[in-house]
C-alpha cells in the first residue's frame, strides 16, 4: 500500500532536494550563485507544480533581482539533467515539479488550475492488465484528468 499522498509529504525532503537539484547544476557546469539557489530552493519547496513566472516571484522574494530567463534557463537545464520534471498541462503554460517524487498522476481543475495529485492502486493495476492483454508492459504512463469541482465535499 502507498503513502497516501499528503500535503506535508515532501517537507523533510527538501534540504536533501535541494542538494539534488545543486548538483545537477554543478554536472552541467553551471556556476550555483545566490540567486540560483533561489531557485532550488523555491523549487524543491513547491508542492504545486507552479509555473516559471511563479517560481520566478518566489525566487525573487528570496534572492531579488533575478531575471525570468535566469528561472527559464535554470529549469532547462535541471530537466536536461533529469532532476526536474515538466508538465505541459492543457490549456497552461509548463509546470514544473522534482522529479523524485513516488509516482503520481494529476488532476487538473479547469477553473481555478488547481493540480490535485493522486494515486490510485485500482487504476495502476487496470492499465497493467490492459498493456498485458495487449500483449505490452508499461515503461511508462501520464494521466491527466481535467476535473471541475461538483460542489460536495
Ligand atoms: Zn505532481
Known amino acids: 500500500m502507498r503513502a497516501p499522498h499528503g500535503q506535508n509529504r515532501r ?4 534540504r536533501e532536494h ?5 548538483d545537477a547544476l554543478r554536472r552541467a557546469g553551471i556556476r550555483v550563485t545566490r540567486q540560483r539557489a533561489a531557485i532550488l530552493e523555491v523549487l524543491a519547496d513547491a508542492q504545486d507544480h507552479p509555473d516559471a513566472p511563479e517560481l520566478h516571484s518566489r525566487a525573487n522574494a528570496i534572492a531579488p533581482g533575478i531575471s525570468l530567463s535566469t528561472v527559464y534557463r535554470t529549469l532547462s537545464t535541471l530537466e536536461t539533467q533529469g532532476v526536474i ?3 505541459q498541462f492543457d490549456g497552461a503554460s509548463a509546470r514544473f515539479e522534482p522529479a523524485e517524487t513516488d509516482h503520481h498522476d494529476h488532476m487538473i481543475d479547469v477553473e481555478t488550475g488547481k493540480v490535485i495529485e493522486f494515486c490510485n492502486d485500482r ?3 487496470l492499465q497493467a492488465e490492459i ?3 495487449l500483449g505490452y508492459e ?3 504512463h501520464r494521466m491527466e484528468l481535467y476535473v471541475r469541482k461538483t460542489g460536495q465535499g
Open 11 to 14: 517537507m523533510n525532503d527538501t
Open 123 to 125: 487504476i495502476e493495476k
Open 131 to 133: 498493456a498485458a492483454e
Open 85 to 87: 520534471q515538466r508538465h
Open 18 to 22: 535541494i542538494e539534488k537539484l545543486t
Open 138 to 140: 508499461i515503461v511508462h
